[in-house]
Every structure is written in structure tokens, then in C-alpha cells.
């Protein structure tokens, strides 16, 4: 303990946990008037009015005009000197959408259902305005987002800007999602998929931070990978690289939404494993095959082990071709760990070129679905920062 | 012209293209008497004399005492202030060794069978041998060999030093093969498998000069890749990225010397195609089902375009997962040129995904099956460099 630290039970002792209940019920609920804060923290007004005084004196929290049950009151949120980042995160199903001051420290989160066939614009447009909900509760300004990071669960061309294939994101086709994201949200987006951005978080907050060489791949409903190279993510030439969806397991086998044959994808793609349940377990969803199978369902731990075989083959490809020293597995089907890793390691053990094989260690993720909302905030705070430093250089 | 040129036929012009001759010859034939010279320009003894002083004076050659003859003469060399370096680059039946005063100016090299199944120490004594008979040859000391750039057809672990594939050249298993490269040697070296150094090659000075993502395919006896990522070739965390040749093809296929089944080297391997050739052709070499079917015999056109069509499944999935801008194919089999990269390019327009499939080049190499002793000359100059700057820090 600092030894400058207040004795237990002092004056200032007292007044320094007011202050931390005070701040940690606005860090954890977001925007608050005084009376708010005094029902969640059971302090008197007075002592709040104090405490709320000193944070805004300190700089720690921001006090903004408002109104509550029609009467004036000042909201107190968290100071944010630089503005607040974003992240919006489409899924094939759902938008997941965040506003924070750093990566590190989320303000405020929420997610909403998507209809699997819907036209971009759509999607963008309701997605902002949760984000632009998340910012009022949280008494910001919607001038005060300065960054946001977007995730598409489908290969972006850095050229075109649009989904790498036809055949993914149907609702998607031909829009440049960078420039209708920022119409959407009306500040500066960067776009990236899932899997990179899953592997960004991953790589900076997650299993592979200091890792030089590493591949983190995510498994939810679809399959895809971010790759680490020298410490960074690499994109490739037209930014659709870690394409291990897409990987050849089987040429004969089904029809693939790409437009090829036995993808990874169709084999341990969501449609592929509630396929396989369907005669014996009925219209079962994701969630229900991963839960049935932590909790023994062996058919369910079955259908997850030949996932992780498949998901194995694919992956002592990536080994011969890139050996790298890690590999990460997250998204939702890493929820059943071993059940999926345990074959997928030995079936690398067996396929991959003996020195390669034997150099990479295969771990879950970490950060667990919330990989790629943390990416896409770290994608968005690199912005902020290079912004801010061409205004620095302005100035 | 530059003005200052003497006038066609005056005496200094005639001077000038003395020189040039006798310069032209040593650069050729490398090290020479004077006498040598002479008889090998026309030109008489005295203005031989004359010219060798000059370009002596000048720095451009260097004189060696030796003999000729039994008697004793002074050799004349291209002066190489310095020093030297080599090539020394194994195949699966042979080594290539070269002399050069950089990677650009090759002075001398020379080829050698070796039995398939030799031992570590023998190929690397007799590879010494030929590049010490080289140096002897071009009147250079032994001490004048500044650093050699080694190629080994197999994967090797940059942890161990060893070859990363225990059923590969199982003549070396065990061998740390840069330290025991410098023993033969005794100079420095640096070691890697030859399709990484005819990626070097091609980066340096042939089919993917500027281009920062890209893979150079050797296809020989075996196939393997360099991966160019960045503007620079990538190793992996062990050393052994690049390994395509152990991509499954086939998950129930023949079993490949790595110890895997249906390995794409098992599919495109020279074993396999001089297999498939037998019942119809006998017992044909590489070579000869290469010369064959560029003169039309449609069975040896079928089996190398079958080649094609299994490197482009392995190329798609390589495509899929790095999205390269370029893709060059050298080596041997690479000779047959649209015979083999017709359907490899088919396939890949058939199975990548259709952005990365779109924005990938395949193009043939263009240094031929010298890419990768280019390679090795490259790897050697940047050691030489190193150890001149080191030196440069150091006085």
C-alpha cells in the first residue's frame, strides 16, 4: 500500500471512497443528475453535491444542462477531453454497438437484432441511431464521436471498398461501406471484418498481445481469420487476406454462399452443424448445440468435435504456409473450449509439417465474442490519435 | 555521346578499346596470364603489358604471383576490393555452386550430381571443394570468400538449424546446417530453403521486383513457396513458412515423404508425374516429359496441366488466406510455361474467392532455374554489408 495513502477510517479516507462510489456509479451507468447519483449511491445531496463539485474541478467528470421528470438538472457523465470512439459491429444477424472513451474503457454498449437478407442502409441507419442513443444517455454531444470503427462479417476490397463477394452480405452488394457508414454516423469510419478486427483485440487486449506471428480465427456463425504478421494485422493486397472460411476442405463438397464447393465454411458454418442436429435434435439454434454440448449432449459434442477436425485440416494449411507461434480461437463456438480445440489440435499434430506443427500453441480468445467490438475500437482510437496528432502539427 | 569521347580511330580511342578487350576477357575467363591474355585478344605481348599496368594502376584488376607452365607468372584477375561472395544451393540430385563479385556479376559457377541419399557432410565437402576449385580458378585467396548464401530443398527450423521435416533429405537429419556449412566452408553463412531464395531472387532481381505481396512457387523435382509480405520475404516465427508442398490436396491420398497424406508435392511431385507417365512412357526423366510436351505429345501436356490444375486448388486457398498481388511460378517444371499455368490459373478463377481471385497476377519467373543461386548471392551481399558497416562502426 502507498504509504501516502489515508489512514482506514480517517476523514479523508471516507471522503475518497465517497468520491470512487460516486465515480464508479457514473462509469458504470453513464449519464446522471445528482439526485441519481444520490438514490444509486445512498449518499445525502448534499455529500454528492460535494463530491461532484471535486470530480469537476479535478477535470473527471463533465457537467452538462439537461432536464429530469421536466425540470432542469445538470447531467454528470465522465469527462471525456478528447471525445469518445465508437464501434458498430454487424453480425449475420444482429448489429452490436459501443461508445467508449478508450478501448480500454467502454462507456456504454447495446445490440439489436438484424433480418439476415437486410439492405445496408437499413442496417448503417438503425445502427446509428443506437449509437446516437448510447451518446445521449451518456449526456455526450453526438460532435463529441469522434472515431468509429465498423465491422462487416463478410471480405472487404480495399479497392472497391464493397463485401469481396457476391454472394455474402446479399443486402450489401455494391455499396462503399466506408463512405455510407460515414454518412450514416456523420464523423470519420474505418470498415474492416470481424475476424481482423476480432484479431486486433485480440492482439492488443487478448491471448495474443506480444505475439510477432500468430493467426486468431473466429468461429460463429461464419468462419474467418485475422492474421498477425510481424506484430500487426495483415490485410493483403486488396485487404481480403485470412479468408480461411473460403479454404478448400472437401471439392466435391456442398455448394458454398462464395460460389465454390466445400469451403471450411460449409462444413463448420453454423448452417452445417444445426444441419447435421436436425434428425435427431430438431430446429435447435447455435446457442442451444453450444450449451447442450457443455452440458454433455454427445451428438451436440459430436457435430462441435468434426468442426474442430474440419477447422484442423484448414488450419495445418495456414501452419505449412505461414507457421506461426499462436493461434487464437475465438467467437461463439470457442465457448465450448476443448470440446472444439482438442480436435483441431490434433488433427494439426497429424497434418502439419512436423517443425511447424510442433512451434504453434493453440489457445481460446480471451476477449470472447466482444474481440471485434474491441478491435473496431482500437481501429477508431488510431484514428482519433492520428487525428489529433495532424491538428497537433497544424496548430 | 559524351563529349569528351576520343574521335573514332584516334589513338586514345584505340587505347580505350585495348582495354575494354583485355578487361572483357578477364571478366569472362576470369584469372589469366599475360601470355593468356594475349593469345586470347590478339593483342601483342607489350600492349598487353601496357594495358594490364593501367588498369592495375587504375584498381580494376589485381595480379597474383602464380605459375604457368612451371614457370612463374603473374595471374591477372577482375580486382574485387571486396573480396568475394557464393552460392552454394542443393537440389534433390545435384548442387550448384557460384563465384561473384555480387549478386548482379556472377564470376564463375559450376554444377555437381549428387547421389539422392547423400550424406550432410559429404555434399557440403564436396560443394566446398568446387567453390574453392572456382575461387583457385578466378585467382582469388580462399580468405577472400566473405560470406556464402547456402540452399537446402527442404524446410529449415530456425530454432534447431535443422531441416524441419525428418522424412526429407534423410541425410541430413540431425545436422546444424549453417554451423556446419561454415566448417566446410570456413566462412560465414546463412542457410534456407531454396524456394525462399529463388523468392529473394525474383524479388531482388527478377518477376516481383516492387511488388510487396506476393508468392514465388518453385516447382522441380518438389514444390515450395516464398512468401513476400510487405516488400520482404516472411519466415514464419520458426522459419518454415512457404511450405505449400505439404498442403492437402487429397485427405485420403498417397503418403508423402513428410509423413502426411495427399500432400500437394505428392500430386505435382516429379515422383508422381514420371509415375502416371509410365505405363505410356517408359522410364522418362523430368526433363524429358518437359521437352516432350512443349513439342506437342499430348499425354506429357496433360499430366503437367493436371499439375497446374492441383497447384491452383493449393494456390487458391493460399490466395484465400494472404490475397498476394502476384504470384510467379519458377523452376524446372515452370519451363512449360501456359502448359502449366493455363489451368493453375483457371482454378484459382474457379475456387478463390472472386475479389482476391481478381486482384491476383500469375506470372511465370524470369530468372529460370537460377532464381534461387540469386537468391543465395543476395542473402551473402546483405551478410557481406552487415559485416562492412559492423566493421565501419567498429574503426
Not at 476480432?198 to 510477432?212: K, R, S
Not at 447435421?276 to 447455435?286: D, F, I, K, S, Y
Given at each position: 500500500m502507498n504509504s501516502a495513502s489515508p489512514a482506514p477510517g480517517s476523514q479523508s479516507s471516507l471522503r475518497e471512497r465517497n468520491l470512487l462510489r460516486v465515480l464508479d456509479t457514473v462509469t458504470s451507468l453513464g449519464s446522471l443528475?445528482q439526485?441519481e447519483i444520490a438514490e444509486q449511491t445512498g449518499l445525502s445531496a448534499a455529500t454528492v453535491s460535494n463530491m461532484v463539485r471535486d470530480l469537476h474541478a479535478a477535470g473527471v467528470v463533465s457537467l452538462?444542462?439537461?432536464?429530469?421528470?421536466?425540470?432542469?438538472?445538470?447531467?454528470v457523465a465522465l469527462a471525456t477531453p478528447d471525445?469518445v470512439i465508437?464501434?458498430?459491429?454487424?453480425?449475420?444477424?444482429?448489429?452490436?454497438?459501443?461508445?467508449a472513451a478508450s478501448p480500454e474503457r467502454i462507456l456504454s454498449s447495446?445490440?439489436?437484432?438484424?433480418?439476415?437478407?437486410?439492405?445496408?442502409?437499413?442496417?448503417?441507419?438503425?445502427?446509428?441511431?443506437?449509437?446516437?442513443?448510447?451518446?445521449?444517455?451518456l449526456?455526450?454531444?453526438?460532435?463529441?464521436?469522434?472515431?468509429?470503427?465498423?465491422?462487416?462479417?463478410?471480405?472487404?476490397?480495399?479497392?472497391?471498398?464493397?463485401?469481396?463477394?457476391?454472394?455474402?452480405?446479399?443486402?450489401?452488394?455494391?455499396?462503399?461501406?466506408?463512405?455510407?457508414?460515414?454518412?450514416?454516423?456523420?464523423?470519420?469510419?474505418?470498415?474492416?471484418?470481424?475476424?481482423?478486427?476480432?484479431?486486433?483485440g485480440e492482439l492488443n487486449a487478448g491471448a495474443l498481445q506480444g505475439?510477432?506471428?500468430?493467426?486468431?480465427?473466429?468461429?460463429?456463425?461464419?468462419?474467418?481469420?485475422?492474421?498477425?504478421?510481424?506484430?500487426?494485422?495483415?490485410?493483403?493486397?486488396?485487404?481480403?487476406?485470412?479468408?480461411?472460411?473460403?479454404?478448400?476442405?472437401?471439392?466435391?463438397?456442398?455448394?458454398?454462399?462464395?460460389?465454390?464447393?466445400?469451403?471450411?465454411?460449409?462444413?463448420?458454418?453454423?448452417?452445417?452443424?444445426?444441419?447435421?442436429?436436425?434428425?435427431?435434435?430438431?430446429?435447435?439454434?447455435?446457442?442451444?448445440?453450444?450449451?447442450?454440448?457443455?452440458?454433455?449432449?454427445?451428438?451436440?459434442?459430436?457435430?462441435?468435435?468434426?468442426?474442430?477436425?474440419?477447422?484442423?485440416?484448414?488450419?495445418?494449411?495456414?501452419?505449412?504456409?505461414?507457421?506461426?507461434?499462436?493461434?487464437?480461437?475465438?467467437?461463439?463456438?470457442?465457448?465450448?473450449?476443448?470440446?472444439?480445440?482438442?480436435?483441431?489440435?490434433?488433427?494439426?499434430?497429424?497434418?502439419?509439417?512436423?517443425?511447424?506443427?510442433?512451434?504453434?500453441?493453440?489457445?481460446?480468445?480471451v476477449l470472447g465474442?466482444e474481440?471485434?467490438?474491441i478491435?473496431?475500437l482500437h481501429?477508431?482510437h488510431?484514428?482519433?490519435?492520428?487525428?489529433?496528432?495532424?491538428?497537433?502539427?497544424?496548430?
Amino acid at each position: 500500500m502507498n504509504s501516502a495513502s489515508p489512514a482506514p477510517g480517517s476523514q479523508s479516507s471516507l471522503r475518497e471512497r465517497n468520491l470512487l462510489r460516486v465515480l464508479d456509479t457514473v462509469t458504470s451507468l453513464g449519464s446522471l443528475t445528482q439526485v441519481e447519483i444520490a438514490e444509486q449511491t445512498g449518499l445525502s445531496a448534499a455529500t454528492v453535491s460535494n463530491m461532484v463539485r471535486d470530480l469537476h474541478a479535478a477535470g473527471v467528470v463533465s457537467l452538462t444542462p439537461g432536464t429530469r421528470n421536466g425540470r432542469r438538472a445538470v447531467h454528470v457523465a465522465l469527462a471525456t477531453p478528447d471525445g469518445v470512439i465508437g464501434a458498430m459491429v454487424f453480425g449475420d444477424r444482429d448489429v452490436r454497438v459501443a461508445v467508449a472513451a478508450s478501448p480500454e474503457r467502454i462507456l456504454s454498449s447495446t445490440r439489436m437484432p438484424l433480418p439476415a437478407e437486410h439492405a445496408a442502409d437499413e442496417g448503417l441507419n438503425r445502427a446509428a441511431i443506437l449509437i446516437a442513443d448510447l451518446l445521449e444517455q451518456l449526456g455526450h454531444e453526438p460532435s463529441e464521436l469522434l472515431a468509429v470503427g465498423v465491422g462487416i462479417p463478410a471480405p472487404i476490397d480495399s479497392v472497391s471498398g464493397q463485401v469481396g463477394s457476391s454472394g455474402i452480405l446479399p443486402g450489401w452488394r455494391g455499396v462503399d461501406i466506408e463512405v455510407a457508414a460515414g454518412d450514416a454516423l456523420r464523423t470519420p469510419t474505418q470498415v474492416d471484418n470481424t475476424a481482423n478486427l476480432a484479431a486486433i483485440g485480440e492482439l492488443n487486449a487478448g491471448a495474443l498481445q506480444g505475439v510477432q506471428d500468430a493467426i486468431h480465427v473466429k468461429m460463429s456463425y461464419g468462419v474467418g481469420a485475422g492474421l498477425i504478421i510481424d506484430g500487426s494485422l495483415y490485410r493483403g493486397s486488396a485487404g481480403t487476406a485470412g479468408e480461411i472460411g473460403h479454404v478448400t476442405i472437401d471439392d466435391r463438397g456442398a455448394v458454398c454462399r462464395c460460389g465454390n464447393r466445400g469451403c471450411l465454411d460449409t462444413v463448420v458454418g453454423s448452417a452445417a452443424i444445426l444441419d447435421a442436429l436436425r434428425p435427431t435434435h430438431g430446429g435447435v439454434t447455435l446457442k442451444d448445440v453450444i450449451s447442450r454440448a457443455l452440458a454433455g449432449d454427445t451428438a451436440c459434442q459430436r457435430v462441435l468435435g468434426d468442426a474442430g477436425d474440419a477447422l484442423g485440416s484448414a488450419l495445418s494449411a495456414v501452419v505449412n504456409l505461414l507457421n506461426p507461434q499462436m493461434i487464437s480461437v475465438g467467437g461463439q463456438m470457442a465457448r465450448v473450449g476443448e470440446l472444439l480445440l482438442g480436435p483441431a489440435r490434433r488433427t494439426i499434430e497429424r497434418c502439419a509439417l512436423p517443425s511447424a506443427g510442433q512451434s504453434v500453441t493453440i489457445v481460446p480468445g480471451v476477449l470472447g465474442d466482444e474481440a471485434d467490438v474491441i478491435g473496431a475500437l482500437h481501429l477508431a482510437h488510431e484514428m482519433r490519435e492520428t487525428a489529433q496528432r495532424a491538428g497537433l502539427a497544424l496548430a
